[in-house]
Each structure stands twice: as structure tokens, then as C-alpha cells.
């Protein structure tokens, strides 16, 4: 799999529309995920945990979590967060999430964003990580 640096540097060299649609083909060809529910279908799959288990640790309504995962719901930024947290994921494993849904990776010069990188960093539980947002008098995760 090519970096996004050498993607860029690859771009850069393109100078006609038909070389760039050449390079989008490609790239939709060779992405491993294409959305959410299929990278953290396959993260969850290694992890071991099924979708029931994942719903009810992220305190998701069931039936959102479901299309959540089945891919039939667009999840909004909090939700994948909840669902991160739920299945256990790593800082790395979150912004790859947030990264494919196009939802705005966390980011450490934002107060809320600190305090969550914070939160996956010390793989702290969901209720840690609302507290810790309280604390802090940031909105909760919702």
C-alpha cells in the first residue's frame, strides 16, 4: 500500500485529465476499504468481538448501531468515536476510521480532540472518557 506522501508526490506528476482518471480507477481498484462499516467490520473481526457486543459496549440504540455497521447509516463523527471506544481501538485504529468516513481525524491543537486523543491513548472506557470530557466541561460524546 502506497503512503499518502508518495499518493501526493504521484498527483503532482499527473498533467492530463486522463492520467488523473487513470489514478482515481487505481485508487478505488486498490483501497482496502471503501467506508466505514467496511473497515471497522474487518477491525472488529480481528479483534474478536461481534457487532452485538460492539453495539451494546458503545451505548448505541441497537437498531442505529446495526445500519451503523451494515453500512445502510452514515455515522457522524461522536458516533464513530463511541464505536472506537466500545470496540477498544488505538489512537492509530480511531483516525483511520474517522479518515475513511471523511468525518475530520482528531486533532491536538483542538481542546475536545486533546482530551479524546488522551482518552484512546490511555484506552480509557466510555464512561472514563465522558467523565473526562466533563471534567473538562467539553460535550460529552453523543
Keep these: ?10 498527483l503532482k506528476q499527473i498533467g492530463q485529465p486522463e492520467e488523473l482518471k ?8 486498490n483501497s482496502p476499504y471503501q467506508t466505514f462499516a467496511d473497515y471497522y467490520g474487518s477491525m472488529i473481526r480481528k479483534k474478536g468481538i461481534d457487532k452485538a457486543e460492539v453495539i451494546r459496549l458503545s451505548n448505541i440504540e441497537r437498531t442505529y448501531g446495526y445500519q451503523i455497521l451494515n453500512g445502510t447509516r452514515q ?24 479518515e475513511i468516513s471523511k468525518a475530520g481525524v482528531l486533532y491536538a491543537r483542538e481542546r475536545r480532540d486533546a482530551i ?8 480509557l472506557s466510555i464512561a472514563d472518557t465522558q467523565e473526562l470530557l466533563m471534567q473538562f466541561e467539553e460535550k460529552v460524546l453523543e
Design 1 to 10: 500500500m502506497k503512503t499518502t506522501w508518495k499518493l501526493n508526490e504521484m
Design 22 to 29: 487513470d489514478y482515481v480507477k487505481d485508487l478505488e481498484k
Design 75 to 98: 455515522p457522524g463523527r461522536d458516533k464513530i468515536l463511541l464505536l472506537c471506544l466500545g470496540a477498544g481501538f488505538d489512537l492509530d485504529e480511531t483516525q483511520r476510521a474517522l
Design 116 to 123: 479524546l486523543i488522551f482518552a484512546f491513548g490511555g484506552h
